[in-house]
């Protein structure tokens, strides 16, 4: 198993442009979850999806940010426009149903905002 | 909503020393308990987990317990090494419908030679 893949790994890009970020889940995952990493905030969940349709999307701090889930291989999470302070490190992660099953982790795409 | 408390870091240990990373929580429902751990540079990884009451789950030497009566699963290993320096994150995973892991705040421990 390949397990969670993203990309870029990494992205710099100037304040004011759009970002995308990609992700593609284990197969047979039905759980995706996308965080964002700072040393000030830690780990934030901003947004997941079950079987492709958004759950929970209290996370995503402002209208700036979308997330697209079009199919069970692929998701997006969209910056526009993007400003210095989302410079983090956003991980896509998926998992199985159940309480017991874990969360499977990219490697995340470290994003710096010029 | 589901919640951690992780000790403070950043740890710093010599080689072989005894490790304790104390987590405590509150969540929803019966939760399963995860520790994972993440390598500078690299996502996370699971390290262990324990699904019910009493459980203990272990993995490379490291083993943490489900203590539901405390609410606790404190992350312990006899003999750290330097290849043990990462960040540490405890996570609940509640029960119902709430699928989501909620992290503390992780736990820097650097181990030296």
């Known amino acids: 198993d390949a397990g969670v893949i993203q990309s870029p790994r990494h992205e710099v890009t100037e304040m004011g442009q759009e970002v995308t970020l990609r992700c593609k889940p284990i197969?047979?995952?039905?759980?995706l979850f996308w965080y964002r990493q700072t040393m000030m905030r830690g780990l934030e969940l901003l947004i997941y999806f079950n079987n492709n349709v958004p759950i929970d999307d209290s996370g995503m701090p402002e209208d700036r940010f979308s997330a697209k889930m079009p199919n069970a291989s692929f998701s997006t999470l969209k910056i526009q426009p993007s400003e210095p302070r989302d410079s983090a490190v956003y991980f896509c992660a998926s998992s199985l149903t159940g309480r017991s099953d874990p969360l499977h982790f990219g490697n995340g795409t470290r994003l710096t905002v010029t | 909503g589901d919640s951690v408390t992780q000790m403070e870091g950043p740890v710093t240990l010599s080689e072989e020393a005894f490790l304790t990373i104390n987590c405590t929580y509150t969540?929803?429902?019966?939760?399963?308990l995860f520790w994972y751990v993440q390598y500078p540079g690299e996502g996370l990884q699971l390290l262990l987990k324990a699904t019910k009451a009493d459980d203990k789950g272990s993995n490379k030497g490291f083993e943490a317990t489900y203590r539901k009566e405390t609410t606790s699963f404190h992350l312990e290993k006899g003999s750290v090494q330097v290849s043990d320096s990462a960040v540490y994150f405890c996570?609940?995973?509640?029960?119902?419908?709430?699928?989501?892991?909620?992290f503390g705040k992780g736990t820097l421990l650097t181990v030296n030679p």
């Open positions: 996570a609940p995973k509640g029960g119902g419908s709430n699928y989501k892991l909620t």
């Open positions: 197969s047979g995952h039905d759980y």
């Open positions: 969540a929803t429902g019966y939760p399963s």
